[in-house]
């Protein structure tokens, strides 16, 4: 089982990045996924959940209308397009896939949003 996501680094205030995920070794479509992020000092914070078939979404109060999270069952992929950066959205972000017991983390990937 494998989640990798890819796509952080050094964005400026009010920029733009799009998170992908790229999952393998398990049943992708069954699986709820989910993004979070973990900021320095802070509790790990879901950000959006997508259900299996994508057709229901959820966003943290402070992402909502800026964040959209999406996904493509035939590739494996999981994305999360995050507009309007904040210096307060400078985290580590996850991957998460869960079905029942099963809960898959990837590695995380950095974004800070600084000038």
Not at 69 to 78: E, F, G, L
Request: net charge positive; aromatic share 12%; hydrophobic share 35%.
């Amino acid at each position: 089982v494998q989640l990798v996501e890819s796509g952080g680094g050094l964005v400026q205030p009010g920029g733009s990045l799009r998170l992908s995920c790229a999952a393998s070794g398990f049943t992708f479509s069954a699986f709820a996924m989910s993004w979070y992020r973990r900021a320095p000092g802070k509790e790990r914070e879901l950000v959006a959940p997508i259900s299996n078939g994508g057709g229901s979404t959820n966003y943290a109060e402070s992402v909502k209308g800026r964040f959209t999270i999406s996904r493509d069952n035939a590739k494996n992929m999981v994305y999360l397009q995050s507009n309007s950066l904040k210096p307060e959205d400078t985290a580590v972000y996850y991957c998460n896939g869960r079905l029942g017991f099963f809960d898959y983390w990837g590695q995380g990937t950095q974004v800070t949003v600084s000038s």
